[in-house]
């Protein structure tokens, strides 16, 4: 799960920053030269060199007054006052990380009269207001297959960072992340509250093989920082209590999403961390070494990975890495492992960097033997928080060469996750999917939306009368009833209330929020 992203991470600096407690001397761009490029061209150097180009049409001219252009300005070392501030570093542990990555300059990167280009190229290409996007297709209030059920536990108000179905014991888990009071809750098939474990930090992944529970928490904070208190600790469950051991791995950096796999073929199970971080991050992949020890080894030395899968994709024997990267040059990026945990990078899709994109998926939705891509963007908790057209779920399908072509698209306003699966057993495959920032004003009912697959990549949209009773930010799918079919389990986050929210959901959602509903599948 990742809650409130940062808008993007614009530009690689190699500039040193002064050693703490020097003194900092008055910036000035004066002495740099000015060149003759124009402020498209010199935005095109300066931002799309690390990222897709965003033109200026695509926000409102206030947001890139006030929000976009200031930091897109502090990464080129050019601050509204005599000196770097020291707020845009964060606490004071948070700035060591941000300090030793060299995000903002001590000094500027470019001549003053050609950031002003740059500011002048943007606020007058913009337009004044951008009309938020009209829905086309109407969403019935109606699911044919699933009943709404809520469990009497609840911790109100939510703060659910995670959720997951156990169908070997017949129930679920999630967990409830206030601060200095994380829990971890198991309920039981008849959605009573079983056993609960209290955690100084924040789980956001829990899995399960054979022989062990394995829990990643993120640590005390939850939104964005650059902190490394994140851990993978086992869980042992005995006949009358619930325990933790102590972590197997720590030290990772605001981790919110893990892939388990044996990626050297030593026949032991390795683990991928999505080490989102904020400013600065990482995706690391942490070889098991045995008796429960491990070691990292650094696949991208960037923040944003938000999602990891682990699959060996050419048939070679050896486990291959997809992972979603957000966080400025978002995309689809494939690890090829060249045998025994060796990877050779490669991007295989590309996304502006307003995308905030959220999760993707491997599935074969055209049934011609290859995987396609099913992505989902809508993380609107960034410095641009008006409802994005582009927004939403798309399936891009593979031609067998990993080239991938968008086929499909479906628009949901602040889309967080979609989960594919033959929910309604016809033999093809349907999406469920959930918005933590939909359209509350003109359409609450699309924070949750089921699409039934009607044939050709075509899609009937609906959700249920309740849809609106919580704020989903964490969905699972799986066979909860064990009766053949698969169920949903949503959670609900209420910490960030709808933005100009005069549908009174705001309010409801503090005494009345479940932490999780059921969508219980009744096809069987």
């Known amino acids: 799960m990742q809650i409130m992203r940062g808008f993007g991470y614009y530009f690689f600096l190699l500039f040193l920053l002064f050693s703490c407690g020097q003194k900092k001397e008055k910036i000035s761009s004066d002495v740099l030269p000015i ?20 033109p200026p049409a695509v ?30 570093f964060g606490s004071p542990r948070n700035s060591l990380a941000v300090k030793k990555a060299n995000i903002f300059p001590e000094t500027p990167l470019l001549a003053k009269a050609d950031w002003m280009k740059i500011v002048a190229y943007y606020l007058e290409n913009s337009p004044v207001d951008i009309l938020p996007p009209h829905r086309n297709i109407t969403i019935k209030n109606s699911l044919k297959h699933f009943r709404y059920k809520e469990p009497l536990f609840a911790d109100k108000p939510p703060l659910t960072t995670m959720v997951k179905i156990l169908e070997n014991k017949k129930g679920l888990v999630f967990s409830d992340s206030k601060r200095n009071k994380n829990q971890l809750i198991f309920l039981n098939s008849d959605l009573e509250k079983e056993q609960s474990l209290s955690l100084k930090n924040a789980p956001i992944h829990y899995y399960e093989n054979e022989e062990t529970v394995y829990l990643t928490t993120a640590g005390r904070n939850i939104f964005p920082n650059d ?21 197997i791995i720590s030290g990772l950096q605001r981790p919110v999403n893990m892939a388990f796999g044996d990626l050297n073929a030593d026949g032991k199970e390795d683990i991928v961390a999505c080490e989102y971080g904020d400013l600065t991050g990482k995706l690391v992949w942490y070889e098991n070494k045995g008796s429960s020890t491990y070691q990292a080894h650094l696949l991208k030395s960037v923040p944003g990975a938000i999602k990891a899968i682990i699959k060996d994709y050419n048939k070679d024997g050896f486990n291959d890495i997809f992972v979603l990267m957000a966080q400025g040059n978002e995309g689809v990026f494939y690890f090829e492992n060249t045998g025994k945990g060796d990877f050779k990078e490669k991007q295989l899709l590309s996304f502006s960097p307003l995308n905030g994109s959220q999760n993707i998926e491997l599935v074969d939705f055209n049934n011609d033997g290859y995987e396609d891509i099913v992505y989902v963007c809508g993380d609107n908790a960034d410095k641009t928080p008006i409802l994005k057209p582009y927004h939403g779920i798309y399936i891009f399908l593979n031609d067998g060469h990993l080239n991938f072509e968008q086929s499909f698209f479906y628009h949901q306003n602040g889309a967080y996750k979609a989960i594919s699966n033959d929910y309604d057993l016809d033999g093809d495959l349907d999406i469920a999917a959930i918005s933590f920032f939909p359209d509350y004003l003109n359409s609450p009912e699309e924070s949750f939306v089921y699409l ?7 899609f009937e949209a609906s959700t249920f009368s309740d849809s609106s009773k919580g704020r989903w930010i964490v969905m699972d ?5 064990t009766d053949g079919d698969i169920d949903l389990v949503l959670g609900s986050f209420v910490q960030f209330f709808a933005k100009g929210d005069t549908t009174g959901l705001s309010k409801r959602w503090l005494t009345e929020s479940p932490s999780v509903i059921i969508l219980e599948n009744t096809i069987k």
């Open 35 to 54: 060149t003759d490029l124009t402020g498209r061209e010199l935005a095109e150097i300066h931002c799309a060199s690390c990222h897709n180009f965003v």
């Open 59 to 88: 926000l409102p001219k206030a947001s890139w007054q006030f929000d976009v252009l200031p930091a897109m300005g502090n990464r080129l070392g050019i601050y509204n006052g005599k000196h770097q501030p020291d707020s845009i």
């Open 227 to 247: 902190l490394s208190d994140g851990s993978v600790q086992n869980l042992v469950f005995n006949k009358n209590s619930l325990n933790i051991e102590p972590p």
């Open 452 to 458: 039934e697959n009607i044939g050709d990549l075509n």
């Open 477 to 481: 799918a799986g066979d909860l009833d």
